[in-house]
């Protein structure tokens, strides 16, 4: 099975930072990993798919980045509606797994 | 616009089997060639896949799970269940229905999620 570890579990941010999560697979999964949004009491939102790839409709404030075992998610400017939890899922290959979070408030 | 939206009891009793329906709106669960799956958010242990269903009705199930889970589609209704036999409080979850359309594919659309807690 693949593993999922993302850093860090948590951060605190001013509106306007630049923030970075990163994401590491136990093995190499190639571009298959996506990111996700969820806020308290919601299901995730897709944000980031293969990678690098922004869905349909997301700020292109946020940009993915990586390949292989190491990813990024970077919000280029953090906007007040950003404060969530991210995750990062890899889509590699079965059983799907996701790792544990990061969530980031405000400073 | 495709939605999904899950159902079913909220209180499992231990040893118990837990059971969920997803409804799909605005989109057909059987004909279109896309996987449907279930995911489970404790706090304990995160995001979880549970296993998911194939429009042509295979399955494939999480190792850690697949001697109690299984999926199955209802076509005439357009919904898809979830049977999770022997609940433990390890069991306490919100489960979400979702979608993703090739086997590397992301989650694209979710439902909004059911709270299931195992107690007596």
């Known amino acids: 099975d693949i593993q999922m570890t993302q850093s860090p579990s948590s951060l605190s941010a001013s509106v306007g930072a630049r923030v970075t999560i990163t994401c590491r697979a136990s093995q190499n999964i190639a571009t298959y990993l996506n990111w996700y949004q969820q806020k308290p009491g919601k299901a995730p939102k897709l944000l980031v798919y293969?990678?690098?790839t922004l869905q349909s409709g997301v700020p292109a404030r946020f940009s993915g980045s990586g390949s292989g075992t190491d990813f990024t998610l970077t919000i280029s400017s953090l906007q007040p509606e950003d404060f969530a939890t991210y995750f990062c899922?890899?889509?590699?290959?079965?059983?799907?797994?996701f790792g544990p979070g990061t969530k980031v408030d405000i400073k | 616009q495709l939605q999904l939206e899950e159902s079913g009891p909220g209180l499992v009793r231990p040893s118990e089997t837990l059971s969920l329906t997803c409804t799909v709106s605005g989109g057909s669960i059987v004909s279109d060639s896309y996987y449907w799956d279930w995911i489970r958010q404790s706090p304990g242990k995160g995001l979880e896949w549970v296993g998911n269903i194939y429009y042509t009705g295979s399955t494939n199930y999480n190792p850690s799970l697949k001697s109690r889970v299984t999926i199955s589609v209802d076509r005439p209704k357009n919904q898809m269940s979830l049977r999770l036999t022997s609940v433990t409080a390890a069991d306490t979850a919100v489960y979400y229905c979702?979608?993703?359309?090739?086997?590397?594919?992301?989650?694209?659309?979710w439902g909004q999620g059911a709270l299931v807690i195992v107690s007596s």
């Open positions: 899922q890899q889509s590699y290959g079965p059983p799907l797994s």
């Open positions: 293969a990678a690098s």
């Open positions: 979702a979608r993703h359309q090739f086997s590397t594919s992301p989650f694209d659309y």
